[in-house]
Structure formats: C-alpha cells, structure tokens
C-alpha cells in the first residue's frame, strides 16, 4: 500500500517537474522527459533483476 502511494507521489511529482521546464522551455523540457524515461526504465530492469536471481 504504502509503496504504490510512494510511486503515485514521484509519478506525479517528476510530471509537475517535466511540465514546469516544459512552460519554460519545450526543448529543455523534452530532453528531461527523456532522460528520465531512460533513468526509470533502468530502475525497473534492475529492480526486476535483483527480484529474479
């Protein structure tokens, strides 16, 4: 219960982040949308990684 809330709460708190530099600058913020989408993409690899070995 408490890990899903805790995901729910940097979901949306990287999203207000991306949105934020987005207002400023669209480039800018589609660089960061893609640099966290690998960097989250690596956490649930190694997350799953280290639950199957």
């Known amino acids: ?3 899903g ?3 729910v ?3 949306l708190f ?3 982040v ?3 530099v987005g207002m400023w600058s669209v480039p800018a ?3 960061l949308a893609g640099v966290l989408g690998v960097v989250a ?3 649930e690899q190694a997350r799953r990684k ?3 070995g």
């Open 41 to 43: 993409t690596e956490r």
């Open 9 to 11: 709460l940097e979901v």
């Open 1 to 3: 219960m408490v890990t």
């Open 50 to 52: 280290g639950t199957a």
């Open 29 to 31: 913020g589609l660089v």
């Open 18 to 20: 991306v949105v934020g």
């Open 5 to 7: 809330l805790l995901n």
């Open 14 to 16: 990287v999203l207000a």
